[in-house]
């Protein structure tokens, strides 16, 4: 069983940011492409951003140039680092991998961008 969390979402100005991490059980980020999805009330998910496990990288055009995707497979973390936040940035973000066919998602962190 694949389990994943997600942490470092927060209430952030306008022009802030943060950094969300995606810890997993297991060493399994090494071998896996592993994707950020947000989702606003009322609005589906999305992928925000993905990195492969040879760590290639493919971004949402609205946070190209502001969002940054990485992994440490040392300790099966993978970030995403979040800069230059705008209001329409507010979302639960999840992190997701999809192991053999079946996708694991965690419990999602809240982001809101206000002031």
């Not at 022009?15 to 090494?30: D, E, K, M, P, Q």
């Not at 990288?57 to 140039?65: L, N, P, Q, R």
């Not at 973390?77 to 936040?85: A, H, I, K």
């Amino acid at each position: 069983q694949v389990q994943l969390v997600e942490s470092g979402g927060g209430l952030v100005q306008p022009g802030g940011s943060l950094r969300l991490s995606c810890a997993a059980s297991g060493s399994i980020f090494s071998f896996y492409g592993v994707g950020w999805y947000r989702q606003a009330p009322g609005k589906q998910r999305d992928l925000v951003a993905r990195i492969t496990s040879g760590g290639s990288t493919i971004y949402a055009d609205s946070v190209k140039g502001r969002f940054t995707i990485s992994r440490d497979n040392a300790k099966d973390t993978v970030y995403l680092q979040m800069n230059s936040l705008k209001p329409e940035d507010t979302a639960v973000y999840y992190c997701s991998v999809q192991v053999f066919g079946t996708d694991y998602w965690g419990q999602g962190t809240q982001v809101t961008v206000s002031s």
